[in-house]
């Protein structure tokens, strides 16, 4: 115990303040569904997470979301493991042909008010792998989609800025709940 | 007497004939008749040789069937054709079971009939396409889809009896991973019987691989499984230097070293804090998953790429380091150093964790041995396999290997080895940048000649890892197969799985860490 204190307190808090959001990126992510988001969510997001079909590089980063470095949880954010408890559904990769049933009926098993977000450049267009015998391409060819966060994979900082923007959480309204940067 | 020349022996004795085969860049390889591809794994077997991996090609309007056997560090290929409209073949699953899912995604995606296969069913194939329908087959036409069933018809064996009670799980798990069927059979908390339906991931990759220029394929490459960019994409590029005799220059070879002892690295320490994690030790995880992100922020910084993808380029790598950068990189070695010594020191005798890792998830050294586990899963079960040591490629042949091997082959185990690994590739990146050669990071690759054919392996964090590659007439990819190091560690968690609480599933799993994307292609 005294070990794991020890390192605790030798290694301090390493949370930092969370990335600017800027006009454009909040453009770019349409204003409207913020509107509806911070009616309807009242800033909290339960998040569940399909990987459609990805190379599980995206999955690495959405973990990295929970490290110290970026603690998403303050914001409101948390992953859900029922469709049931979810207010948004992000998905990762090409949708493959295997895994098309299986998206809908998470996504059909979410109550309203729902929304999609696309993580990644396979879930956003199609990206290395794109339409095939096996593979539907973009998630959009298979359910409707609010918000696009492309990357190969997004950074974290990338996925945060893009849910942070759907939540319209800036840095004017955390910086006080979370502490100064290691 | 070489390896080839006597397992060529044994095959004569039992009356198989073989013929030599130089087909594949700079490796032996024997002929033999399509009929005899199962009699000959027998033999191999017999001898002690390790199954490596099998996969199927078409060229010429001939099916050709590979199959990689190894001993000791060497490495002998095994081939036989047949005609495309009737590809039949003898099974190597009687033998050797590590053939069983590789063998049924060449039937599922070539066509292959393998006349006494064990296991009928489907793999890779779900309901996306007709079981007489083989998308790499050259006779495939292509086909109209509309939506795609689930695969809910799918054969599960079963088992019966008093208490029994079967468990489905997946494929959207409940965490934040890739998807995958899992059918538990249980009784009270014990499970019986595990069975793993894979498959959901398939996109293709071997179809979108055909007619990429190399620069394509590696990037293909990189993204066959995420967290192994670097592996998959120096498999597949060493593969394509070998077919078309290029010379990488040493610089490249050594930063090629680098950046796949810092995918190790990543994975392994990610890995480390997830499984203390999953028997509820969240401080390891809060602090491993640190200390992987600064390893990740200056992969960024110096690599251009958080998960290194698209370093590896052929004919070398893509970014040079400068003394500066070297002089960061060394002191990161350092850090991690002295920060992961007080965390491998707790992780190491936690009672908590002692009580949930120690005898948790055994596979034993024969089970180990006989689903050809390499890496850390083969390591923790006495399988002293290590590419870099056994068969050094540039630049560990010049470099100081101490394989690290335990016996017990449970979660505990693994956790040990990998914390060995940590420290091995700190020592090895130190020694790569101290020797660093001068010269150019790459070079051209050479135009290949047609039908020029080559094979990678690479030790890859998760351990050997093969890319067969093969160039048409133009100079563009004919051919591209993956084959991960996941494709045995699957078998081997249903194994040692046996008798463990199905609440320590999740633990178990990550122990052995199979990648999902990796084995669906």
Known sequence: ?182 | MSAKQDLGTQLHQVGINTRSYSGVANLPALIISAADWGPAAAVAKAQDWRWAGSWADTDAGRMHLYALLAQGGEYLLLTAQAPLERPEFTSHTPHYPAADRLERHARDLFGVIYSDHPDGRRWTRHQAWPQDWHPLHPAAEVRTQGRTAADSSYPFITLRGDGVFEIPVGPVHAGIIEPGHFRFHAAGETVLRLEERLGYTHKGIEALAVGRNPAGLLHLAARVSGDSAVTHAWAASQAMERAVGATVPPRALALRGLLAERERVANHIGDIGAICNDVGFAFAQVQTSRLRERWQRRNREIFGHRLLMDSVVPGGVAHDLNTTQITTLRADHATLRQAVEPLFDIFDDHPSLEDRLVTTGHLSAEDAGALGCTGYVGKASGQALDLRHDAPYAPYHELLINVPVQSEGDVAARVRVRMAEVHMSLDLMDHLLRTLPVGDIHAPLPNPPAAACGLGLIEGWRGETLAFVRFDASGCIARYFPRDASWFIWPALERLIHGNIVADFPVCNKSVNGSYAGVDL
């Open chain 1, 1 to 182: 115990m005294l070990r794991i204190l020890h390192q605790l307190w030798r290694v301090g808090v390493a949370t930092e303040p969370p990335p600017a959001t800027d006009a454009a990126a909040l453009e770019a992510l349409g204003l409207e569904l913020h509107r509806a988001i911070e009616a309807r969510f009242r800033h909290s997001l339960a998040i569940r997470v399909v990987d459609a079909g990805s190379c599980n590089g995206c999955e690495l980063e959405i973990h990295a979301l929970a490290n110290p470095y970026y603690d998403i949880e303050r914001f409101g954010v948390s992953f859900v493991a029922s469709p049931r408890h979810a207010d948004a559904l992000l998905v990762t990769g090409p949708v493959s042909r295997h895994m098309e049933t299986a998206l809908r009926r998470t996504w059909r098993a979410m109550s309203a008010p729902k929304f999609v977000i696309a993580a990644g450049q396979c879930a956003c267009g199609g990206g290395e792998f794109g339409g095939s015998y096996a593979s539907c391409g973009a998630v959009e060819k298979v359910l409707p989609v609010d918000v696009k966060i492309p990357g190969c994979p997004p950074s974290p900082e990338d996925l945060m800025r893009g849910l942070l923007a759907a939540l319209r959480v800036d840095e004017t309204t955390v910086s006080e709940s979370c502490g100064e940067s290691a």
